[in-house]
């Protein structure tokens, strides 16, 4: 259009020093420059698909949930957070919540696009197959983007339809950076997340002991969902915390629900699997999915350890090379009694004789498997294979499975004895841990004298 204009100047600007009329071109000139000049202005308004705003600039977000545990208005529902997860074609948005079972009925997405409403997509309703018969189950709600929204946060509605206001707190949508960028350096090789603490657990030793010996394996990241701790953890663990070790998530599940004490409904009652467990492992996973290479599921009492090579760095670029498609790796736990010693007591250290818990460099002797009854897994996963995980198993991903040997990896567990008749005899000297004292009591020394624990 423009460029037809200019052509149609140059004409006349020819036809009028032919006819040497110098007034009659100097009219002209001035018409013709007035028209360019209104077409220019108008060409890009005219051209725009998108109708200028006149809505409020900003119609959303009105709340942003800072909390990691918001309940949905007008249901029993919870939402806990949303990741963008493109992975099943048609869907963009992964909102992960806590929902009742015999309640759930149709949801509607609705998004916060850049300051403006959207109208509602429908949402895809996926309750976890793991429930262990609790009225509440993990539960996902995938949902699809509209046309043309750059989409910052999420929220569910009762009703879809076009919407005026959303008076209820919005679910930042995070993971956005993975949109395509599959090859970029993760910023950790190696995550450990610790579903659950609660009550008032304090056995500071143990755990200290625990993140000192991941950080010698080469692990960058511990996430820990906390419903509660006791008072000297607490100190070692806003240590870890403040040090950026550590990355604590607020789990104040008992304000909401009845968590149960047990793993089965029929024996224990309660609203939910223990404390949320189920929950909180599937969202440290997609936590992780966009910063990590492997994500640990295990305990705070349980240390995935190699046998064979010095750090899970070399043990993983072994165990990927040998199993090329394989995206979860189970780890056989294995039971460490703390009612059994190792009889020299060259651990027994005395500076540590004030420090409250499990000293596990005292616990050498391991418990066979009962060869009779499944033994559970811990798991190594590649987090972006994975859709869905429970505690011992993975319940849908898109990688291979590989039960990796004992003599390779297995978990260190100290704890109560499982099998409690076996005598010490039956039990097997195993002094992996050891390899490691000479760095590890120094820097236990240094973690507890940070926290407090030991004097300076
Ligand atoms: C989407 O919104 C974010 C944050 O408001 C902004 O940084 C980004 O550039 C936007 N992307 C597009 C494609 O407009
Ligand atoms: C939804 O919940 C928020 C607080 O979470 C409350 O302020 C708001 O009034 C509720 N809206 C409705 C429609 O119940
Ligand atoms: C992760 O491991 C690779 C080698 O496998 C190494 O080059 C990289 O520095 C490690 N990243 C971190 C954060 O430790
Ligand atoms: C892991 O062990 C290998 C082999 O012993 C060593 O070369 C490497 O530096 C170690 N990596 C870390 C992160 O400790
Ligand atoms: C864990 O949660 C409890 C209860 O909210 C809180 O008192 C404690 O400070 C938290 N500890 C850490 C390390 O975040």
């Not at 959207?118 to 509440?136: A, E, K, R, V």
């Not at 509605?157 to 993971?175: A, E, S, Y």
């Not at 090789?189 to 659950?196: D, G, K, L, Y």
């Not at 500076?351 to 460099?361: H, R």
Request: net charge positive; with cysteine; charged share 20%.
């Amino acid at each position: 259009m423009l460029i037809s204009s200019w052509e149609s100047v140059t004409f006349v600007f020819w036809m009028d020093k032919q006819q040497g009329v110098r007034r009659r071109f100097f009219f002209l000139f001035i018409t013709v420059l007035v028209f360019i000049l209104c077409i220019t202005v108008r060409t890009p308004r005219t051209g725009r698909i998108i109708p200028p705003p006149h809505r409020a600039p900003y119609a959303c977000p009105l709340q942003i949930s800072e909390r990691s545990i918001t309940p949905l208005n007008n249901t029993k529902h919870l939402l806990v957070s949303a990741y963008m997860d493109q992975r099943v074609n048609g869907l963009d948005v992964r909102i992960i919540g806590i929902f009742k079972r015999d309640s759930i009925r149709k949801l509607h997405c609705v998004f916060c696009c850049a300051g403006q409403l959207s109208s509602t997509t429908p949402g895809t309703i996926l309750q976890h197959s793991d429930n262990f018969g609790f009225p509440y189950v993990t539960t996902d709600v995938m949902c699809q983007i509209p046309q043309n929204c750059n989409a910052t946060h999420v929220n569910l509605l009762t009703q879809p339809g076009k919407v005026r206001l959303v008076d209820q707190p919005w679910l930042p949508i995070r993971n956005k950076r993975s949109n395509g960028k599959e090859k970029e350096k993760l910023p950790f090789n190696f995550t450990v997340c610790i579903s659950n603490l609660f009550g008032n657990y304090n056995n500071v030793l143990q755990v200290a002991q625990t993140m000192e010996m991941y950080r010698l394996l080469g692990v960058d990241r511990v996430v820990i969902y906390n419903t509660s701790c006791g008072p000297d953890l607490d100190r070692l663990l806003q240590i870890y915390s403040k040090e950026g070790f550590v990355e604590m998530v607020p789990w104040p599940i008992d304000q909401h629900l009845n968590p149960s004490p047990g793993w089965l409904f029929s024996q224990s009652g309660g609203d939910v699997h223990y404390f949320g467990q189920l929950t909180t492992l599937n969202e440290c996973i997609y936590r992780s999915m966009d910063r990590s290479r492997y994500v640990l599921l295990n305990d705070i009492d349980e240390i995935i350890m190699p046998y064979k090579h010095n750090n899970l760095t070399s043990l993983m670029d072994v165990l990927q090379q040998q199993h090329p498609n394989t995206g979860v790796y189970l780890i056989e736990n294995h039971i460490f009694p703390k009612k059994h010693f190792e009889p020299s007591g060259r651990f027994h250290l005395p500076q540590w004789n004030g420090v409250p818990g499990v000293n596990i460099l005292e616990h050498i002797y391991r418990e066979d498997p009962d060869s009779q009854s499944y033994h559970p897994h811990k798991m190594i996963v590649q987090p972006r294979l994975v859709e869905w995980t429970s505690v011992h198993e993975v319940l849908k991903s898109s990688g291979q499975q590989l039960k990796v040997p004992m003599d390779v990896c297995r978990v260190i567990h100290v704890r109560v004895a499982l099998r409690g008749s076996l005598t010490l005899k039956q039990l097997n000297e195993d002094k992996r841990l050891w390899d490691f004292q000479e760095k590890l009591i120094p820097s236990v020394d240094k973690a507890l004298r940070r926290a407090g624990l030991l004097p300076s």
